[in-house]
């Protein structure tokens, strides 16, 4: 059983972790489902740091197609899944311009160093955190991965 205290502590070290000092960010964009785990620190952690949370409005493969998602940009930290890096590189901006966030937060599945290949090519400053870890452990083990 996880206990509210778990799911709290959890939010806490998000909220250390994940935060932008620039006040001018949104908190987050989120996009995954609310029955789905990964999806409590992308919901959560900007609204105890008085942050916007960007609800999305597109299913799957049209998620960062929304225009929410680059109108609220940057956001402190972007929640997904290994998978959606695929989808998060075809957003990436050829320009000086600070892209949508400077934290990944991936979890859900295995992180593979070839979901990253667009992002290390295109020489994108982003931190990459890397959650995957046993939902028995409220969440995640959290991990970071410095590109």
Known sequence: MIEHASLLNY?????????????????????????????????????INGKAVVIGSKDHLETFEDENFTKYAPYDFIKATPAHLELLG?????????????????????????????FIQKGVD???INEYGPTEATVLILRNVFL
């Open 11 to 47: 939010l806490v070290c998000c909220r250390e972790n994940y935060r932008s000092s620039n006040d001018t960010r949104s908190g987050s964009f989120a996009h995954l489902s609310y029955t789905f785990d990964a999806s409590l620190n992308a919901m959560f952690v900007p609204l």
């Open 90 to 118: 075809e957003t990436l901006i050829e320009t000086q311009k600070e892209w949508i966030t400077r934290k990944l937060v991936l979890g859900g599945e295995a992180l593979r160093l070839t979901y990253l290949k667009q």
């Open 126 to 128: 982003v931190d990459v």
